[in-house]
């Protein structure tokens, strides 16, 4: 029986421990967002502007020493900006431009590196890793239904972007201590897309060798409890 009941002890320490390891908290994030476009030359796809987005969720950090942690959370995050590129329709050329303004639902896993205090209960953290990104609403100049003017079909918005993104993140910032479990932080991240989210142009227009991803710099506003 004694032999049980240190054993529950030892668990409830340990599970104590643990949990002094893991901060959790909240983070607001506006942001300047845009893509990055890429075509042969006859089509011409560029990046033709930038949008404000704002996001924000929940944010973990499990600290496995006193300066390391992986950082992970769920997010919710806006994306977008404005594409354009050549086209023809009725045998003239002219140039079409299409804004997304999409969400996405972000799971970052990455590594949060911490300096000793470079001024009382103040230190610096550097973040890098990536995210895994799952649209959850795409609209196209505002509509969730897109009519092309080459040939005047007309697409769900949704049907242009591919069903998953991955991001390049990479942040630095500043962590400010106000009481003993509760911390505040502001940071500057940049989020570089991996993946090409077209799901239209090659599949639906036939145009060929089209790249364009999603690019983010955000800044970062949090607690953590």
Known sequence: MKKLFFALLAFAASITTASAQIEIG?????????????????????SDGSQFGFGGGLVVDYFFGENYALSTGL?????????????????????ATQKFNMQYLQAPLTVK??????????????????SLNVPIGTRINSSKFYTDPATAQETKASDHVLFLDADALASLGVEFQLAKSTKVFAGISYNRGLIDIDRYFEKTRDFRDITIKNSSVALDLGIKF
């Open 26 to 46: 909240l983070k607001i994030s506006p942001s300047i967002n845009s893509m990055r476009a890429e075509s042969p030359s006859d089509k011409a796809f560029k």
């Open 113 to 130: 590196l911490f300096t000793n205090e470079v001024a009382p209960d103040t230190r610096l953290y550097f973040q890098v890793g990536g």
């Open 75 to 95: 997010l919710l995050n806006g994306r977008g900006g404005t594409i354009s590129y050549r086209d023809v329709s009725g045998g003239q050329p002219f140039t």
